[in-house]
């Protein structure tokens, strides 16, 4: 908590999420998702007290992943081919932006692979303003 106030608090949540040494076990995923979930609120704070020059490091220390977010976000869902939709829903996965967030969820790589070779953007964003590598990781998927 001596830290909250400070930019070193961000690299103290860097040093906590990231694995310099081979004898640590790593955090359970309801306490790495406190972590990051601290993190954020740390950054967002941090960001709205920083200037508004757009050049600043301080401008880069945070992404909005805010519930918003993806109602910003510009990547649009794209067409996916039918050939290709049959085949992720035979993986029981819908082609659609759902379809990707719950795959995401329960590790099914080849319907996660067959859409964004179809062209979903990787920074697409669920209603929550997470994108599919945050919710994979917040799922505890690690393949």
């Known amino acids: 908590?001596?830290?909250?106030?400070?930019?070193?608090?961000?690299?103290?949540?860097?040093?906590?999420?990231?694995?310099?040494?081979s004898d640590r076990a790593g955090f359970p995923p309801?306490?790495?998702?406190?972590?990051?979930?601290?993190?954020?609120?740390?950054?967002?704070?941090y960001r709205k007290n920083a200037k508004d020059?757009?050049?600043?490091?301080?401008?880069?220390?945070?992404?909005d992943f805010g519930p918003l977010a993806s109602a910003r976000n510009l990547t649009a869902?794209?067409?996916?081919?039918?050939?290709t939709a049959l085949e992720i829903q035979a993986l029981d996965v819908s082609s659609?932006?759902?379809?990707?967030?719950?795959?995401?969820?329960?590790?099914?790589?080849?319907?996660?692979r067959l859409l964004l070779e179809s062209g979903v953007h990787?920074?697409?964003?669920?209603?929550?303003?997470w994108t599919i590598l945050m919710s994979t990781a917040y799922n505890g998927q690690t393949s």
Do not use: C
């Open 122 to 129: 990787l920074e697409t964003r669920n209603e929550e303003g």
């Open 96 to 112: 659609d932006q759902e379809g990707f967030f719950r795959a995401a969820a329960t590790g099914n790589i080849r319907a996660i």
């Open 77 to 83: 869902w794209p067409a996916i081919p039918s050939a």
């Open 30 to 45: 309801d306490v790495a998702a406190e972590i990051v979930h601290l993190s954020l609120i740390h950054a967002d704070q």
């Open 1 to 21: 908590m001596l830290l909250w106030d400070t930019p070193e608090m961000e690299s103290y949540f860097v040093k906590l999420m990231i694995n310099e040494r």
């Open 53 to 63: 020059d757009v050049w600043s490091p301080e401008a880069r220390v945070y992404s």
